[in-house]
Structure formats: structure tokens, C-alpha cells
């Protein structure tokens, strides 16, 4: 996978509906995320930068040969992405299982996107989604969770 910069922060997508939107919806979406039977989000398991607090945020990933590939939805921002960063990694919950995770990477999307399921690549290039990292598992990046 090739390393790219992140792209810089931008006004909201879709005029800040997407933002909201996902707001609104992630008390809902967490239930599913990272079930066995649920192939287009998961869990990442992140610990707070100032607080120390535990905290789980549903995100579209896909598993690959040595880790996952996450969309970053809202950016370099994002609590989640930032904590990652910080700790040198965390816990994905994908289909049930736990894997512990090293620092992320940033990754071009012509990288990324190949390994999301084709309706997934729809919505990820419907919502203008430019930002994507890879995370490698814990064990072949020798970093602890």
C-alpha cells in the first residue's frame, strides 16, 4: 500500500447533512457494527487522548491480508483516527472478532478502495470520501493494544 498525505480539513461534506447525519445515527449504528453477519462496518476500540476513557466508534473497514483499511469520513479530525494515532493503535471489532491494531497509515484511494465491497466503494465515492488509513495488526507491527 502506498503512503500519501492526508488531505487537509475542508468544509463539511453535503453542506454538514453527512455530519449530522452520521450523529444522529451512530447510537444506532454501534449495535451492528462489528457483528459476525455485518461485512460493512466495525468497531474501533480507542482510548481517549486527555480523558484516558475507552471509547468505540462504528466505521467502514475491510479486512486485508495484514491489517484493515478504514475510511476516514470526516478527516484527520476525527476523535477516533486522532486517539489511534496517539496510542499507536487500538482494537478493531470486524465480524465478531477482536484484533488488536498498530499505528495508522495514511493511504491513497486508489489503494483503499479496492478492498471495499463494490457497494461500499458507491458510497464512500458518493459521499466524497478522499481520506483513508491502514492499520496493521498488532502482531505484525509490534505494537500493543
Known amino acids: 500500500m502506498t503512503a500519501t498525505p492526508l488531505p487537509q480539513a ?4 453535503l453542506g454538514g447533512w453527512f455530519l449530522r447525519a452520521a450523529r444522529a445515527t451512530t447510537r444506532l449504528m454501534r449495535p451492528l457494527a462489528g457483528k459476525r453477519w455485518n461485512p460493512f462496518f466495525s468497531i474501533v476500540r480507542h482510548t481517549g487522548r ?3 476513557r475507552t471509547f468505540e466508534t462504528p466505521v467502514a473497514a475491510r479486512r486485508v491480508a495484514n491489517g484493515f483499511v478504514l475510511a476516514l469520513a470526516f478527516g484527520t479530525g476525527a476523535h477516533w483516527y486522532r486517539n489511534l494515532l496517539a496510542a499507536g493503535g487500538g482494537v478493531i471489532r470486524w465480524r465478531g472478532v477482536d484484533y488488536p491494531v498498530g499505528a ?3 493511504i491513497n484511494a486508489d489503494d483503499a ?3 471495499f465491497l463494490p457497494i461500499q466503494r458507491a458510497g464512500l465515492r458518493a459521499a466524497d470520501i478522499d481520506g483513508y488509513i ?4 498488532a502482531a505484525s507491527s509490534g505494537a500493543s493494544a
Open 10 to 13: 475542508r468544509s463539511p461534506r
Open 113 to 115: 478502495l479496492p478492498a
Open 134 to 137: 491502514h492499520v496493521p495488526d
Open 50 to 52: 486527555r480523558s484516558g
Open 104 to 106: 495508522p497509515d495514511p
